[in-house]
């Protein structure tokens, strides 16, 4: 059975810089999604929204756009605008786990609501001709809730459904409910993704064996944590390339400089790749004090002899 990879969307770290670098240095991955456009009130596309679809930044890659919306007029909104730009899919995100959108009846906080999920599904396939994807968790309570919404879903025609096998309130913490994965399979019509906890190579392939009718597979924050691990994925390999680190400097002093660039002073920079490192520290064989050396470079000239010191010893 043919594999295809997915980049799960994270919000801060995914965007236009990071999936070109991406595949420019590693690869693996068939489909990135973009981190969700969420409005504030007022239906103005935040410009860092605008820049991560607009089209020259993502030239050599198939990007999927993603809403985070409990509106009909919001999401409608934004399907004009992404037409506009040429895309043709929107996913829908229910699977955000954070209070902050959970509160609000927002990501997973909507699964419990098949009837506004139906309200605004009817509008979108009544008023567009958009095709929507679905990004989702089991449920943010429990993970009967999404077994609740498959009715309203199989009436419509979406893409897919990726599904993080986890409920909400875990947030990340806690394994993932694989028993509630195959009950989700066992109770739709649509087709499946699977989402969650695939960070080895030996990871996917226990997933490969559990579900065996999965052949779409979405990595987060393994991604970010091992950017080699879709490419061995693919090639189905445990072996890193003799360039491991070189590879992996290249592609750190890209994002470095398009970010620094970009943000403004110090400060932003150091907290920016603070949160990348939160990852790239799970790669190396102590990760604590690798993560430690990061934090304690105030200043660029710190920074960049952390960086050296850490992939020097590898």
């Known amino acids: 059975m043919s594999l295809t990879l997915l980049s799960s969307p994270l919000q801060g770290f995914t965007d236009f ?16 999604y973009a981190p969700y456009i969420r409005f504030n009130n007022k ?24 809403i985070m919306t409990n509106s009909a007029d919001e999401f409608l909104f934004v399907v004009d605008y992404i037409q506009e730009l040429g895309y043709k899919e929107l996913n829908w ?27 605004i599904l009817e509008r979108v396939h009544k008023e567009t001709d958009i095709l929507v994807s679905m990004k989702m968790r089991m449920g943010y309570e429990n993970a009967e809730e999404i077994l609740n919404t498959f009715p309203i879903l199989d009436s419509y025609p979406l893409k897919n459904i990726a599904i993080h096998a986890r409920i909400g309130k875990q947030l990340y913490k ?7 994965f195959q009950r989700c399979i066992e109770n739709t019509k649509h087709k499946l993704y699977y989402n969650g906890d695939i960070t080895t190579v030996s990871k996917l392939k226990e997933m490969q064996t559990r579900f065996p009718s999965i052949d779409h597979f979405m990595i987060g924050r393994g991604l970010i944590a091992d950017p080699f691990l879709p490419s061995m994925i693919k090639n189905d390999t445990t072996i890193y390339p003799e360039n491991r680190w070189e590879i992996f400097r290249e592609f750190h002093d890209t994002i470095y400089h398009q970010y620094d660039e970009a943000l ?30 990061i934090k304690k470079a105030n200043n660029p000239k710190a920074y960049q002899q952390a960086v050296a010191e850490i992939l020097k010893n590898g």
């Open 93 to 119: 995100n229910l699977g955000c786990p954070y209070p902050m959108v959970t509160n609000r009846g927002m990501g997973s906080g909507l699964i419990c609501d098949p009837k506004k999920i139906n309200n």
């Open 43 to 66: 239906l103005i596309i935040k410009n860092s929204y605008q820049r991560d679809l607009q089209l020259e930044h993502n030239t050599e890659l198939e990007v999927i756009p993603q």
């Open 17 to 32: 810089r990071f999936r070109n670098a991406f595949n420019h240095y590693f690869g693996g991955i068939d489909t990135f």
């Open 174 to 180: 806690g394994g993932v409910d694989l028993d509630g």
């Open 264 to 293: 403004s002073g110090p400060t932003p920079i150091k907290m920016k790749m603070q949160g990348f490192w939160e990852y790239f520290s799970q790669s190396f064989s102590n990760p604590q004090k690798t993560f430690k050396k």
